[in-house]
């Protein structure tokens, strides 16, 4: 029978192969591996001109990939930042321990910096640079769970004083204290970026890169060698936010960008990737993607061990095992490791024969080496052409005693008494036992020479980090009178208020003043807002400009992209978008630049969308404009269920610094939006607007005389009933005020009902001064009572209440406490349809005849009009009484 073997086709390929083997192994030992693998990539070149395919290699043997001849010396003092490292250790230990002894169930978290200490240390010792001259320093996204480390830092470095520090997660007492995550909301003096909702942070920095970059090519910022930072727990890479936007970095050769995975091979149940390695599945990611992959997994005390395994056997060992059992040798010790790890080949026992079981325990990983972590970041800052991920393996709970690599460690809080001696001990701290015990945090005197060192290093990089110092922004808002065009009224035209909305857009971009503080923002949707001649005449931005002749180039509106241009078109990634929108927001904090984002898109894809990322948005006091188009249930018509939005003004009513309206006329949106340019930038106010704009054309009516204040407070009247004999006063907002208008007529011609019609720009708004009255009268029940806004506007007003919007109910009904019996609301509750406004106002009856049907059935039950005539008048206005409840179908 014949075997492979001895089938001499096989045989002569196999002896071919080994000689093939034997060639490059020459290489490899004369060469050596830089040539090595110049000869593989041209090899694989010959074979793609050969249309030879093979499977492209993702992964890289799991070792480090800077070879230790390739290292670089250390160039700061290692004694002396091993105890730097050690005091901010146990003080971030001693105030999450101390403060859940006092306070149980506080929280807090230890795990998380004590794997992160070494990597963050060599960062803030040799790479971190604060603010230079005008420019902001380097931008670093922390891990969030990681600030009891960076609270421990600055409180060395006598940023806090210790009462500061003994309030941590004590944000409610006389003393300040110290938010549990980066919030800028909170400390505004202190944090930047809003990280600790996993996933938020490195997308955010990613879209902050490009900014950068695009900030540059505009002209509004000089180009610096600055870098962008972002720590990213290994877990964290599970959320998609965190690798969903990876190659925009290669695209746009994203060389400012650093991402740094600490890859302490746990997340908070468990192993990241028990049965797998993650850094081996993170690096075939990036390097799909395009970045330049670095990986750190072993500490120089391998390196020895590296250069006595002459067969491979070490790294076959290594790459046998997987990180359910790299976290298992670190949590049951050297013995363990012996047996395990090197135990499995004689050879390898070998290697660590003449070491104690506590030396093998203490070989450390590369996330844990400061030589290790430096030469990485050296490669990172100096890398060129793209962004680059620095894959760290370190422990979870570092150091922490029996905390550490167990899969509760995450959620520890205290450490038990015995383990902060030992701590103490391992680390000399000159802290007295007792002390110890007690989970004192400890500070040496600022002349002392670790303090000294650590003040030394700051200043060479520029400063403290992190740190958020905003200068009172020097802005004038364009007058109110500039937006003349728009409040006088479309003259009969029919347009849109997103058509109103891109003409302001197209202005505001030409001011001469602030038109290239513009952001325009939209993923994908331009055309469907209209903003093809914005496009034309100001740009996308493509950071290497037009490399191509569009098909339309003859045309008017063609499509164009300029290096300098100045529409971000994100294409179809509402996350994106809103990455670029918070990167745009914070512009006057992070590069004293107070740009102006508009972002537009489909108001359905908004908040329910993106949420988490708008209330980061919110904490990072982001400023700007999200513009919701094709808004409304009942005015988007034929799109359907997923595309009609009925309910984002409540969705944004939750963001205490959104402001929201709905505007039906351009004159109001023109006023909402002179009145945010003047809020914002003009007086500071750390708020952001939330608009929805219609696709419903109509003829803009002129601004009436004396509104502007009624339109930014939330209400006006817009029309009232001769000699004031209404006996009901109509609500609407958005195109259903059209509908409110015709229900009027309706009721003063066909029933001799006269009604004043409101239009409510902001339910939102009304609302929120009436509960700031509310609790003013609650609080002081021996001064005069207050009235809210909407009680006195409405206090000479007869009848009840009608009001009527595109939005769900509850919009209107947030003003149920102050109208008690008067109010009736008229909303779209219930699934989207697709079909034309028509019949879409008429199933979720906010059309006309339902408003009209409403008042006379609302005028009846209060005794105010014939019920059986009221009756009569559904049917005459076609409502059907019995239909089934479009709430429910
Ligand atoms: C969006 C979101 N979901 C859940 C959490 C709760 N959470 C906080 S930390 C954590 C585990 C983090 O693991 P990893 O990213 O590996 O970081 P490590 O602490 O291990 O460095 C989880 C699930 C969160 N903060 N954000
Ligand atoms: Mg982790």
């Given at each position: 029978m014949a075997t492979k073997v001895s089938n001499p086709v096989e045989s002569d390929f196999a002896a071919q192969l080994r000689e093939w083997i034997e060639a490059f192994d020459d290489v490899v030992v004369t060469e050596g591996p830089e040539q090595s693998a110049e000869l593989l990539t041209a090899l694989k070149q010959r074979a793609r001109e050969a249309g030879i395919s093979q499977a492209s290699e993702l992964t890289t043997p799991y070792?480090?990939?800077?070879?230790k001849h390739e290292e670089v010396p250390y160039p700061g003092d290692r004694k002396m930042e091993r105890r730097i490292e050690a005091l901010i250790r146990w003080n971030a230990l001693a105030m999450v321990h101390g403060q859940n002894k006092k306070d149980q169930g506080i929280g807090g978290h230890i795990a998380t910096y004590s794997s992160l200490a070494t990597l963050l240390e060599v960062g803030f010792n040799h790479f971190f640079h604060a603010k230079h001259g005008d420019q902001p320093g380097d931008f670093v996204y922390f891990q969030g769970h990681a600030s009891p480390g960076i609270y421990a830092r600055a409180f060395l470095l006598g940023r806090f004083d210790e009462q500061r520090v003994l309030h941590f997660r004590h944000e409610l007492r006389e003393t300040p204290g110290l938010s549990s995550y980066p919030h800028p909301w909170l400390m505004p003096d202190f944090w930047r970026f809003p990280t600790v909702s996993m996933g938020i942070g490195p997308l955010n920095a990613v879209y902050q890169a490009r900014f950068m970059r695009y900030l540059e090519n505009r002209g509004l910022i000089e180009k610096t060698p600055r870098k962008i930072w972002a720590f990213v727990g290994d877990g964290e890479t599970d959320e998609v936010d965190t690798l969903g936007a990876l190659s925009l970095g290669r695209r746009e050769k994203l060389d400012n960008l650093i991402f740094v995975v600490n890859c302490n091979l746990q997340r908070l149940d468990g192993p990241v990737r028990g049965n797998a390695r993650i850094i081996d599945e993170l690096e075939a990611v990036f390097l799909g993607a395009g970045w330049n992959v670095i990986k750190v997994i072993w500490g120089s005390d391998w390196d020895e061990f590296f250069e006595r395994d002459h067969t491979g056997l070490l790294l076959k060992r290594m790459e046998e095992c997987v990180d359910g059992e790299y976290q298992a040798f670190k949590a049951k010790g050297g013995a363990y490791i012996r047996k395990e790890f090197f135990g499995k080949y004689p050879e390898l026992l070998k290697l660590v024969e003449h070491m104690t079981d506590d030396e093998i325990f203490h070989l450390h990983r590369g996330g844990h080496d400061a030589r290790k972590i430096y030469n990485a970041y050296k490669r990172a800052v100096e890398h060129k052409g793209g962004p680059t991920v620095i894959l760290a393996k370190t422990v979870k709970g570092?150091?922490?005693?029996?905390?550490?690599?167990?899969?509760?460690s995450h959620q520890e809080k205290k450490v038990a008494e015995d383990a902060l001696v030992d701590f103490i001990r391992r680390y000399e701290l000159p802290i007295p036992e007792a002390d110890a015990r007690a989970g004192k945090l400890y500070r040496p005197p600022q002349d002392a020479p670790e303090m000294q060192y650590m003040h030394a290093r700051r200043q060479g990089l520029g400063g403290f980090m992190p740190k958020r110092d905003v200068p009172k922004i020097d802005f004038t808002a364009p007058k109110l009178e500039t937006f003349a065009e728009w409040t006088g009224?479309?003259?009969?035209r029919a347009v849109s208020t997103t058509m109103g909305f891109v003409s302001i857009l197209r202005a505001l971009m030409k001011d001469a003043k602030i038109g290239k503080l513009i952001v325009p923002i939209v993923p994908d949707e331009g055309r469907t807002f209209g903003l093809e001649s914005a496009i034309r005449q100001v740009g996308i931005y493509a950071s290497e400009g037009q490399k191509y002749t569009p098909h339309d180039v003859d045309m008017l509106l063609s499509y164009t992209e300029k290096q300098d241009g100045q529409i971000l078109e994100e294409g179809i990634t509402e996350a994106g978008s809103m990455a670029s929108f918070t990167a745009a927001g914070t512009g006057y904090s992070n590069y004293l630049v107070p740009t102006i984002p508009f972002y537009m898109y489909y108001s359905m894809f908004g908040f329910q969308r993106v949420g988490d990322m708008m209330w980061a948005f919110a904490d990072a006091r982001g400023k700007g404009f999200l513009m919701a188009g094709t808004a409304g249930r009942t005015t988007m018509?034929?799109?359907?269920l997923q595309h009609q939005d009925g309910h984002s003004h409540l969705l944004m009513s939750v963001i205490p610094t959104c402001v929201s309206y709905d505007p039906a006329y351009v004159y109001e949106l023109a006023v909402i939006l002179q009145d945010g340019l003047r809020r914002m930038?003009?007086?500071?106010?750390?708020l952001f607007y939330y608009i929805t704009m219609y696709n419903e054309d109509y003829a803009m009516p002129e601004m009436p005389k004396g509104v502007e204040e009624g339109i930014v407070r939330g209400i006006y009247r817009l029309k009232a009933a001769p000699n004031g004999k209404a006996v009901a006063q109509l609500f609407g907002s958005g195109p259903i005020l059209n509908e409110v208008l015709r229900a009027r007529e309706i009721l003063a011609e066909k029933y001799g009902v006269e009604t004043d019609v409101w239009s409510v720009t902001s339910y939102n708004e009304l609302r929120r001064e009436a509960l700031g009255v509310e609790r003013w009268n609650r609080l002081h029940p021996a001064e005069g009572e207050k009235t809210p806004h909407i009680v006195s506007v409405l206090a000479k007003t007869k009848g009840p209440v009608i009001a009527a919007t595109d939005y769900m109910k509850a919009v209107p009904d947030q003003l149920a406490p102050w109208l008690t019996t008067r109010l009736v609301s008229l909303g779209t509750d219930g699934f989207g349809r697709s079909d034309n406004r028509e019949h879409l106002r008429r199933h979720f009856e906010v059309n006309a005849e339902s408003v009209a049907a409403a008042t006379l059935s609302k005028l009846a039950r209060d005794g105010k009009f014939d019920a059986k005539k009221a009756q009569k008048a559904l049917a005459e206005l076609g409502v059907?009484?019995?239909?089934?409840?479009p709430a429910h179908r």
């Open positions: 070792v480090n990939t800077i070879p570092y150091g922490l005693g029996s905390t550490q690599a167990r899969n509760a009224g479309s003259k009969g018509t034929g799109e359907g930038y003009e007086k500071g106010e750390d059907d009484a019995e239909r089934g409840d």
